[in-house]
């Protein structure tokens, strides 16, 4: 018997983990409910989480097999789950997160020789695509030059049947907790992520390049929903829009390429998670307001485009890429609140919060040093709504206040031009040494 551990790979087509335990022998599937990520995020988070773990054990269930789920510390949990079904190795989509590895090295050590890690959270794994001399890139241009050169992976089908297995008699596969999530949740499950695919590769990916840079997010995928659980392979999703083809399709699959390189980033610079990726950023002046803090979070700044921003992600769970950069910049840049703060909350709101992601949006957002973004760009956030929301009708409907325009609705939080004054003096004083 072999046992599927599902993580960020919550689907059974291309899964190489599961593919290869196939090949083996029977096998079944399990997820744990982690209480180290559970019990630190949010009840949306969870509940989509929990909704999708639901889609995966129907999706094993429809071809004979059998997902488990158990709560609790997972170098605790698959010792005990292996010794129960006698199960001689475990399969896993390998995760690079510093608590992953932290967890997964854990895993490792109580079941010494018994685990197999294989790629498939990415189209290209954090440390496959590497420098001349073996060392990691900083910089996205190079990096993306390697990464398009580098040889497409092999897509796997998902099994059309799991073969027969036996468990001990009355063997509890283990409930799913049912929790309630604060906004709408799209639908659950590998099927309708790969219709969700569809839809976007026949209506909006040949515009995409035209698009994409909307503050209303109208002409993007939102499929990121699916890729940070890992319901939809990025693999097979990379391969389906370049058979589209044309411009909007490669400037889509050079996103997926971005989301590589976020991991790719994280898995060399681990520190990421708590520090500037040039520890130098630390030095700014940074504001400890928690009342700015608050305005920021609940969309009360009085800047139409940055209350836009975070009253829709409040409510929705998403945001826009453009979006997304607005309020980084307007929270490290202008209103100098401590960085780290400001993106554990931000990524706790997204239903798509992929760590990686996240963390290389802000840094570079931030003016941090990732890719070498120049300190020195700072948005103007009255000429940012003009430019991606030039009706105001995205304004208007989460500022109705603003009634569509992009000046202030009331006196702002910060002075803006004092604010951006103040950044550029300690930022230049930084950047000099």
């Excluded at 990464?147 to 992976?153: D, F, G, I, R």
């Excluded at 001990?168 to 309708?192: F, M, N, R, T």
């Excluded at 990025?234 to 971005?258: D, M, S």
Aim: positive net charge; glycine residues 8%; proline residues 8%.
């Amino acid at each position: 018997m072999n046992l599927v551990w599902h993580r960020a790979d919550l689907r059974l087509h291309d899964n190489p983990a599961l593919a290869e335990a196939l090949r083996t022998g029977p096998a079944v599937g399990l997820v744990v409910l982690d209480p180290n990520i559970l019990q630190n995020t949010t009840p949306r988070r969870r509940a989509w989480f929990y909704q999708n773990t639901q889609a995966l054990r129907e999706a094993y269930a429809a071809r004979g097999g059998l997902l488990l789920v158990r709560s609790g510390l997972p170098w605790e949990v698959l010792p005990r789950v292996a010794a129960e079904l006698g199960v001689q190795r475990v399969f896993a989509v390998r995760n690079s997160t510093p608590y992953a590895r932290f967890r997964d090295q854990k895993v490792g050590e109580a079941l010494p020789g018994r685990l197999r890690w294989l790629p498939g959270q990415y189209i290209h794994e954090p440390g496959t695509i590497v420098k001349p001399d073996g060392g990691g890139y900083t910089v996205f241009t190079p990096y993306s030059k390697r990464w398009w050169a580098a040889p497409e992976p092999v897509l796997l089908e998902a099994p059309a049947h799991f073969p027969p297995f036996s468990l001990p008699p009355d063997y509890d596969p283990g409930a799913i907790p049912q929790e309630a999530s604060d906004v709408p949740l799209p639908p659950a499950g590998e099927a309708a992520a790969l219709k969700a695919l569809e839809v976007f590769l026949r209506d909006k990916l040949p515009h995409y390049h035209q698009t994409r840079d909307g503050l209303a997010g109208e002409g993007v995928s939102r499929l990121s929903y699916y890729f940070t659980l890992g319901v939809l392979s990025p693999r097979l999703a990379a391969r389906k829009a370049l058979q589209v083809g044309g411009e909007g399709a490669r400037k889509w699959v050079n996103e997926l390429c971005w989301r590589d390189f976020s991991g790719d980033l994280l898995y060399h610079r681990p520190q990421m998670m708590t520090q500037a990726f040039d520890p130098r950023w630390e030095g700014l002046p940074w504001n400890h307001d928690s009342e700015v803090f608050e305005a920021w979070l609940h969309g009360q700044t009085g800047i139409p485009v940055v209350d836009a921003c975070m009253r829709e992600l409040q409510a929705t769970g998403f945001l826009s890429n453009r979006g997304r950069m607005v309020v980084a910049q307007f929270a490290v840049k202008l209103a100098l609140l401590p960085w780290q703060k400001c993106e554990r909350a931000f990524r706790n709101l997204l239903l798509d919060g992929d760590n990686a992601s996240n963390l290389q949006g802000w840094h570079w957002a931030g003016g941090l040093g990732v890719d070498a973004a120049p300190y020195f760009r700072v948005f103007n956030l009255i000429t940012q709504a003009e430019t991606h929301d030039p009706q105001g009708l995205w304004l208007k409907r989460w500022v109705p206040e603003s009634g569509g325009r992009a000046q202030p609705y009331k006196t702002p939080v910060i002075d803006l031009d004092a604010a951006r004054r103040r950044y550029l003096a300690a930022a230049e004083g930084i950047a000099r040494g």
